[in-house]
């Protein structure tokens, strides 16, 4: 497999359930990223990894907890949500700042959620 | 307070005529620029970029024109097909880093 993959693609939860959103790439790069898309509002950066170290939490509430084990996989742990929360709901990945060159990200499907 | 804007939430264009694709943003320490398109139920794709080196990238149908006095960047797309129907965005962030500034997009639909 290739590029940016994301799973779930879809997921419904509950607002006292806990799911976990998953993301890996296969690009060989050092920087990943978790974002938020809410209808027409900008994509929001809500945290950076870079080189499996978090480099930018853009005050995100502590219900959305990203882990980082190594430099292919980055989860989104989703604790109490709230309907608000309901989004896409993006991952990329990037060289990584230490690499050098231009930082162009690179981003997965998307998972779509929906908070009830 | 949005750094990076797409005015134009739509536009429309027949397929063989030029499409132009306008950002403005307001931070002028951005000095990497990028676009990238989605199309429904897929993640955005990177399409082109320009460093603020450069007032000018072309790659194919594609060309990226940026003006720095203006704080303005704009994507051509000539010929327009139908399956370039899709939603622009684009971002830039400072230092060529890797926190990037998203625009709100712009659906644009090629009529055939």
């Known amino acids: 497999e290739t590029g940016v993959t994301q799973t779930p693609r879809h997921l419904v939860m509950g607002m006292t359930n806990k799911k976990s959103l998953k993301c890996e790439q296969h690009l060989g790069h050092n920087a990943m990223y978790w974002y938020k898309q809410s209808a027409k509002k900008p994509l929001e950066l809500m945290f950076v990894?870079?080189?499996?170290?978090?480099?930018e939490n853009n005050s995100v509430p502590s219900r959305f907890s990203p882990e980082c084990p190594n430099s292919s996989h980055l989860f989104l742990h989703l604790h109490t949500l709230q309907p608000e929360d309901s989004a896409l709901y993006l991952c990329?990945?990037?060289?990584?700042?230490?690499?050098?060159?231009?930082?162009?990200?690179?981003f997965g499907p998307g998972t779509r959620l929906l908070v009830l | 307070d949005q750094q990076v804007k797409q005015n134009s939430p739509s536009l429309s264009v027949q397929e063989g005529r030029i499409s132009i694709l306008n950002c403005d943003y307001t931070n002028s320490m951005f000095d990497y620029f990028l676009w990238y398109k989605k199309y429904p139920a897929e993640g955005p794709t990177f399409l082109i970029s320009?460093?603020?080196?450069?007032d000018k990238n072309e790659d194919g149908r594609f060309t990226v024109f940026l003006n720095k006095s203006a704080k303005h960047l704009s994507l051509h797309i000539v010929p327009s097909q139908p399956g370039d129907s899709a939603v622009y965005f684009c971002?830039?962030?400072?230092?060529?880093?890797?926190?990037?500034?998203f625009g709100t997009g712009t659906s644009l639909t090629v009529i055939p």
């Open positions: 971002a830039a962030s400072v230092n060529s880093g890797n926190q990037f500034y």
């Open positions: 320009i460093s603020s080196i450069k």
């Open positions: 990894y870079n080189f499996k170290e978090q480099t």
């Open positions: 990329a990945s990037s060289p990584g700042v230490r690499a050098g060159g231009q930082e162009t990200q690179y």
